[in-house]
Each structure stands twice: as C-alpha cells, then as structure tokens.
C-alpha cells in the first residue's frame, strides 16, 4: 500500500531555533494536512492545504508557523521560532478527496523536542 | 462544534478475549465518525468509517463499531482479541464531513497471552 513518509522521526531543537518538518505526501493525492499531539491529549489538526494554498488553518496555526509545497513531491512545515510547548509528535497526512471525506493516510509522525 | 470522547486510556485484555474500545461523540449535524489505529513506530492507519447508511461498520483485521444516535456512541470491538492487535486506538469525528478531523485522546490497547 502507498505510503506517507516523513523526515526525520525525531528532532531534537533548543527554543527559538527554526525547524522544518518534511513530508512525502502519497503521489496522485490532493490534499495534504499536519496534525500534531502533544504528550497525553488528543490529536489536533493544524493546517490543510490544497492547489498550493492553505484551506483551512486551526489558532494553533500562528505566524510562527508555515507550510509550503516547495516542488511536486514535498510538503513542509517549519517553525520560525520554537517554543517549548511546541513540543509534540507531527503528523503529515494526504488524501485524494477534501471533501465528503475519503481516505486520510498518515505518515509516522515526527517526534519534536525543543529544550 | 464537534468533539469526541474516549472512555479509558488503557485497556487490557487476555487473548482471545472480546475487544471493546468506548468512543462518544457530539455533533450538531448528522456525523462522519472514524477509527484509527496506530502501531508502534507506524502512522494513523484507517480501521473504519461511518458516513451514512448501515450502523454497523465492518472495518480490517476484525473490527467493527456500531453508530447508536440514541446513545451518541461509536464503540468498537473485535470478539477475539489477538496479540497484534495491541497499538493505540484513536476514535475521530469529521468537522462539517471534510477531511478535517477531530480526534480522541486515544486508547492503548494491551493484549496478554
């Protein structure tokens, strides 16, 4: 089966440093979404993204946050500044239908630590 | 707004035994309700979904889960609990029937021989 990969599993960063967060979405999907879980609490969608634009966006999503799609295979998602409670495991996801949903597949996630 | 809830962070079960994971929701529109499974160093794999249609939901490896409007529930189960079925267990309700989702605080499931 098809699969979303991401890189790396873990990253370890001290506050205030950048991090990009990459993903390979699943080739002939459309959609592509970040959710994230902090340790002990639920799964929270972050960002979806669709034709090269953010559809939708959850107030998790701040400034400090952006994602881009830097060629046809990528899908990124950096932190200008980290915080401490930034610390989570993100997880890249894509589909091939937004809507009336489908199937969403989900990468490994990243564990992030920032110290 | 939409939000679910899973009853029981851990649960443990003997091999072979009966597999019941506890999910309720709240939903102000009719919802599309999902179980997700997530294996050790693995992603969020889809076990089933309701959107509309028969309440009782066939999914792989076994699972099923049965939408109760009554009861606002959407528990899942499996009758015969094998040792790779222990991962973490997420019940998650779609907001507005898009992609986007909402997820449980997930339940870990444990399986002893």
């Known amino acids: 089966e098809p699969e979303v990969t991401q890189t790396p599993s873990h990253q370890v960063t001290q506050m205030g440093q950048e991090v990009i967060l990459r993903c390979v979405p699943i080739?002939?999907?459309?959609?592509f979404y970040w959710y994230r879980q902090i340790l002990g609490q639920k799964v929270e969608f972050l960002v979806s993204f669709y034709n090269n634009e953010i559809s939708e966006k959850s107030e998790i999503f701040d400034d400090q946050f952006s994602v881009e799609r830097p060629d046809g295979s990528n899908f990124t998602l950096k932190i200008r500044s980290t915080k401490l409670e930034d610390s989570a495991m993100y997880f890249c996801?894509?589909?091939?239908?937004?809507?009336?949903?489908?199937?969403?597949?989900f990468g490994s996630g990243t564990q992030l630590s920032v110290l | 707004a939409q939000s679910v809830t899973q009853l029981g962070s851990h649960v443990s079960v003997s091999e072979g035994a009966l597999v019941l994971l506890r999910c309720n929701y709240s939903s102000s529109v009719p919802p599309y309700l999902f179980w997700y499974v997530q294996y050790p160093n693995q992603g969020l794999q889809l076990l089933l979904k309701y959107t509309t249609g028969a309440t009782l939901v066939k999914g792989i490896n076994g699972f099923e889960a049965e939408f109760k409007k009554s009861e606002t529930s959407f528990h899942l189960t499996k009758p015969s609990a094998h040792m790779s079925d222990a991962a973490e267990y997420f019940c998650?309700?779609?907001?507005?029937?898009?992609?986007?989702?909402?997820f449980g605080t997930g339940t870990r499931l444990q399986v002893f021989p």
């Open positions: 998650a309700v779609s907001v507005d029937n898009t992609d986007k989702l909402i």
């Open positions: 080739s002939n999907h459309l959609y």
């Open positions: 996801a894509s589909s091939e239908a937004g809507r009336f949903p489908g199937k969403l597949f």
